[in-house]
């Protein structure tokens, strides 16, 4: 059996339907069984936006590393 790869996160969608979510709970006018769905949609969403966030905090942290990196060897030349 083929698995297809995961569509990458896009994480400004995800935040934007995560706000939309949040503003259509707001206003109370859901039923308990539509409340749910979207609470547990919207923590989903939490966490994809938490897990992008922290690959991105983790590709800086790399990056900054590799530069600091370069600095301390070409200071060295």
């Known amino acids: 059996m083929v698995t297809k790869?995961?569509?990458p996160i896009d994480f400004e969608a995800?935040?934007?339907e995560l706000e939309t979510l949040v503003a259509s709970m707001e206003q109370g006018d859901m039923s308990l069984e539509d409340?749910?769905?979207a609470f547990e949609r919207g923590v989903a969403l939490?966490?994809?936006c938490r897990d992008t966030l922290q690959q991105a905090e983790q590709r800086v942290s790399i990056?900054?590393?590799e530069?600091?990196?370069l600095e301390v060897f070409n200071s060295d030349a």
Request: hydrophobic share 15%; charged share 35%; glycine share 0%.
């Open 5 to 7: 790869k995961s569509k």
């Open 35 to 37: 409340s749910l769905k």
């Open 67 to 69: 530069s600091d990196q």
């Open 63 to 65: 990056l900054s590393q």
């Open 46 to 48: 939490t966490r994809q």
């Open 14 to 16: 995800s935040l934007k």
